[in-house]
């Protein structure tokens, strides 16, 4: 007996040339992986929903070139190789020239196809290094369904035995790295030494071992927000707009909001996100007892003033 339901006018799932997408490994494919959204699909694959931030593109190692470095949510640092063709051995010995160069724990070689052999050589990288070191093979593909913008794709070919497993056990509630802890610890200070002292933040919400602090300012536009960025060692207070109509209101009184706080701002538009970022940094190691205060009380400040001056031109 039939359900009465019928199915029609479904589309065709064609694989697009990965040449008709992205012309030039460097100038295309590279650019393209680097914006956030695209290295976020990079990483669901990867980091099984972790994240990855890019540092920067085209990253000199000697007289070569890394195409990406990145750090995941651990604060690891990660190398990715890009090759819109079939592996060959050099691109394996670049990768992992790139990998030694930066002192990347995470390897990831992205592929259109894989020889056997190199995928082997992988595998066997993998079961025969430390324990630190993770390397992948993946596959890129692109899909459309008729004429639909292609859809790219990432295929695990190879991969460390149980990664996902120990990402997700990492990130689990009682298994948090000791950088992680440092952050918590460090945002407990801010947040006790914020409640002494601060005459326009309402209230500071119990920190979590997390690389950022959120301060909430009373408005669903936005939020203020402490970071930690132990790699290039800084750290910044920004005002995080939740959309771009609240970024370009802003950016228009731009010249205005910097006299209130008395600082010069670096506006990120951040064009391929929704939101946007308006931010200051302070140099120095969070970690370092030597300027440890400093940047506490650094921090704090500057909240107290941001959540004195940005609620006024929400």
């Given at each position: 007996?039939?359900?009465?339901?019928?199915?029609?006018?479904?589309?065709?799932?064609?694989?697009?040339?990965?040449?008709?997408?992205?012309?030039?490994?460097?100038?295309?494919?590279?650019?393209?992986?680097?914006?956030?959204?695209?290295?976020?699909?990079?990483?669901?694959?990867?980091?099984?929903?972790?994240?990855?931030?890019?540092?920067?593109?085209?990253?000199?190692?000697?007289?070569?070139?890394?195409?990406?470095?990145?750090?995941?949510?651990?604060?690891?640092?990660?190398?990715?190789?890009?090759?819109?063709?079939?592996?060959?051995?050099?691109?394996?010995?670049?990768?992992?020239t790139y990998g030694a160069g930066k002192q990347a724990e995470v390897l990831v070689w992205i592929v259109k196809d894989a020889r056997e052999e190199h995928e082997n050589a992988i595998n066997?990288?993998?079961?025969?290094?430390?324990?630190?070191?993770?390397?992948?093979?993946?596959?890129?593909?692109?899909?459309?369904?008729?004429?639909?913008a292609p859809a790219p794709r990432f295929n695990i070919i190879a991969k460390p035995n149980d990664w996902l497993k120990a990402v997700k056990q990492s990130t689990a509630a009682g298994s948090?790295?000791?950088?992680?802890?440092?952050?918590?610890?460090?945002?407990?200070?801010?947040?006790?030494?914020?409640?002494?002292?601060?005459?326009?933040?309402?209230?500071?919400?119990?920190?979590?071992?997390?690389?950022?602090?959120?301060?909430?300012?009373?408005?669903?536009?936005?939020?203020?927000?402490?970071?930690?960025?132990?790699?290039?060692?800084?750290?910044?207070?920004?005002?995080?707009?939740?959309?771009?109509?609240?970024?370009?209101?802003?950016?228009?009184?731009?010249?205005?909001?910097?006299?209130?706080?008395?600082?010069?701002?670096?506006?990120?538009?951040?064009?391929?996100?929704?939101?946007?970022?308006?931010?200051?940094?302070?140099?120095?190691?969070?970690?370092?007892?030597?300027?440890?205060?400093?940047?506490?009380?650094?921090?704090?400040?500057?909240?107290?003033?941001?959540?004195?001056?940005?609620?006024?031109?929400?």
């Amino acid at each position: 007996m039939g359900s009465g339901l019928e199915i029609t006018g479904l589309g065709k799932l064609e694989q697009v040339p990965l040449r008709e997408v992205w012309k030039h490994e460097a100038s295309d494919f590279t650019q393209w992986l680097a914006l956030p959204e695209n290295v976020d699909q990079l990483a669901e694959v990867v980091l099984g929903g972790g994240s990855l931030t890019v540092i920067d593109t085209e990253v000199n190692v000697g007289s070569y070139k890394a195409d990406i470095l990145a750090m995941d949510s651990e604060e690891r640092i990660v190398v990715i190789e890009n090759q819109l063709g079939q592996t060959d051995h050099d691109h394996l010995g670049k990768i992992l020239t790139y990998g030694a160069g930066k002192q990347a724990e995470v390897l990831v070689w992205i592929v259109k196809d894989a020889r056997e052999e190199h995928e082997n050589a992988i595998n066997w990288l993998n079961e025969h290094t430390d324990e630190s070191i993770h390397l992948f093979l993946i596959q890129i593909e692109a899909w459309k369904i008729g004429d639909s913008a292609p859809a790219p794709r990432f295929n695990i070919i190879a991969k460390p035995n149980d990664w996902l497993k120990a990402v997700k056990q990492s990130t689990a509630a009682g298994s948090v790295s000791d950088l992680k802890l440092q952050q918590q610890a460090f945002f407990a200070e801010v947040r006790e030494l914020g409640q002494k002292v601060s005459t326009h933040v309402r209230s500071w919400a119990k920190p979590t071992p997390q690389h950022w602090y959120d301060i909430r300012v009373g408005s669903g536009k936005g939020q203020i927000s402490i970071t930690l960025n132990s790699q290039k060692s800084y750290v910044g207070v920004e005002f995080y707009a939740n959309n771009k109509d609240t970024y370009f209101s802003l950016e228009r009184r731009g010249p205005e909001i910097e006299a209130a706080v008395g600082v010069t701002l670096d506006w990120q538009e951040l064009p391929n996100k929704q939101a946007s970022r308006i931010q200051v940094t302070k140099p120095g190691d969070f970690r370092n007892g030597g300027v440890r205060q400093e940047l506490l009380e650094w921090a704090v400040q500057t909240v107290d003033t941001f959540a004195l001056v940005f609620p006024k031109y929400l």
